[in-house]
């Protein structure tokens, strides 16, 4: 038997991972969750020495159950091949009596590149699935990162399309750099003469047009979305915590069965619910420990067990990480409520209609596999700097927030276990903050001339990613007005 997706906000609305795939959002505005976390059969030790791609498939198959062992695996080997910078994919480092998954060894330098890289794939395989013979065109609003981590990952995919609008005053030099030299006929950057919201609001717009839909329908295209909260790309990210878990197991950091904690510098809450679908499955994890930066939303939900996202929005170095809506909490929410979907819906409702919504003492019980804390600007610039000075190694300020709670966490609780920090990004990505935080900043130069004196002080190399936004030309000039978003998509796709 195949295994069911269905929606937390009505358990009715029942789906196959394919189609999950294909329509992101369930059409009751709800999360698709797998009606039950499939165990893994065998030990854990039985990885070892499997490459990257083969632990991929054996995680995966176990949830795409729809997709034939011909199809996820051509999906695996296009998405994770020499895109990567190490043929690990994800490579584990140890430091500061840690050990670090570097998940930005793809095509963007940060850890969105592990699920964009191989989403694309798994929707075309979808779409013919179920014999949808259209093209796929994703729309996708960015403030930076998550645009061109999706432009990278479906450049160049046959029966798609791509179109990122994004804020044409509002992004960093080098993000806009990073997008504007994107190659690949099916792709178009957008920058709007408005912000990342209107940008958002527009995209929202363009795909409840329904005259749109039936004019693309004709035309032989149809919109899908990219983003975090499709079952596309949560999966995915479950591999990696597999993956290291057998690495430190060949690398006799640990025994088979070995408890290990995890630590996740959190946003939207997909990449620490990932672990804890591991968890599930068997994984040997003990705590999930979730890190916040300043926006510490989920550090006070975790604490209190109500979620208020009524507060002030704060700017960080850590950008990834400023979300006052963590939307795949929603998945955990729906399980600890005891699959509930009727208590799912009223706490979303809630949140919707009063910012804030308070889980029951029940539910709060169930939260025990997790601890949350969070770092402040200062501390986590500190991070960087103490890592650095004592292990030559640098963090990204995602990462450092993940350190830096970690080492709260350790301080608080005394338990010594080891423990794997996701490190989300390259220290390349985010040169200003980390020369500041270990004193080499250097106003005269832009963020691009910083990777050189990166690259001075701590010897690591430079990404072929930064390498190639050097010099690669400009190749996309397009920008619009709010109001004009849908005809330039219109245009873009020649209907
Ligand atoms: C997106 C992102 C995060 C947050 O991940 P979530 O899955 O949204 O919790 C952390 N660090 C970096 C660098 C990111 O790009």
Redesign the pocket.
């Known amino acids: 038997m195949g295994l069911t997706y269905v929606s937390t906000r009505d358990k009715n609305n029942k789906a196959t991972a394919s189609e999950a795939i294909l329509q992101g959002l369930a059409a009751d505005g709800g999360l698709y969750v797998p009606e039950y976390i499939p165990k893994y059969a065998n030990s854990w030790r039985s990885l070892c020495r499997k490459s990257y791609q083969e632990i991929a498939y054996e995680i995966m198959s176990l949830f795409l159950t729809d997709f034939s062992e011909e199809e996820l695996k051509s999906c695996i080997n296009r998405a994770y091949d020499s895109k990567f910078d190490d043929p690990s994919i994800a490579p584990v480092r140890k430091a500061d009596s840690s050990f670090y998954i570097e998940l930005?060894h793809g095509r963007t330098i940060?850890?969105?590149d592990m699920a964009l890289s191989i989403l694309p794939h798994l929707m075309t395989a979808s779409a013919r699935k179920n014999n949808v013979s259209n093209d796929i065109v994703i729309l996708t609003a960015t403030s930076g990162?998550?645009g061109k981590?999706a432009l990278e990952g479906f450049a160049g995919v046959e029966q798609t399309r791509i179109v990122v609008f994004y804020p044409k005053n509002g992004v960093s030099a080098i993000q806009e750099k990073q997008m504007l030299t994107q190659k690949g006929d099916n792709t178009l950057v957008v920058g709007i003469h408005g912000n990342f919201d209107e940008a958002q609001t527009g995209v929202k717009k363009i795909f409840s047009d329904t005259a749109l839909k039936e004019k693309m329908d004709k035309a032989g295209f149809s919109f899908s979305s990219a983003n975090?909260i499709n079952i596309g790309r949560l999966v995915p990210?479950i591999v990696y915590y597999v993956a290291s878990y057998v690495r430190l197991l060949e690398s006799e950091e640990i025994i088979d069965g070995e408890l290990i904690n995890v630590t996740?510098?959190?946003?939207?809450?997909?990449?620490?619910?990932?672990a804890y679908y591991a968890k599930q499955m068997g994984l040997p994890i003990d705590k999930l420990i979730c890190a916040s930066n300043e926006n510490k939303v989920l550090f006070d939900f975790f604490s209190t067990g109500i979620y208020n996202k009524n507060r002030k929005f704060v700017l960080t170095s850590?950008p990834?990480?400023d979300?006052l809506v963590?939307s795949?909490l929603e998945r955990l929410i729906y399980k600890i409520a005891g699959e509930d979907d009727t208590m799912d819906r009223d706490l979303m409702n809630k949140l919707v209609n009063e910012g804030e919504y308070e889980i029951t003492t029940n539910m709060r019980s169930k939260l025990s596999d997790f601890y949350g804390n969070y770092a402040s600007e200062e501390e986590t610039l500190n991070t960087i700097n103490r890592i650095f000075e004592s292990d030559n190694y640098v963090l990204?300020p995602?990462?450092a927030v993940a350190a830096c709670v970690y080492d709260k966490y350790r301080k608080e609780t005394g338990d010594t276990k080891k423990t794997l920090i996701?490190s989300?990004?390259s220290p390349y990505?985010f040169t200003r903050s980390v020369m500041k935080a270990i004193n080499r900043d250097d106003p005269s130069k832009s963020d691009i001339e910083l990777t050189d004196t990166l690259y001075e002080v701590t010897g690591v190399d430079i990404p072929p990613a930064i390498q190639e936004i050097k010099e690669a030309p400009i190749r996309h000039d397009t920008q619009c007005d709010v109001e004009a978003m849908k005809s330039v998509v219109e245009d873009f796709l020649g209907i």
């Open positions: 930005f940060a850890f969105k990162d998550t981590a975090s990210q996740v510098p959190t946003g939207n809450f997909g990449n620490i619910l990932a850590s990834s990480m979300i963590s795949n990204d995602h990462t996701a989300t990004a990505k």
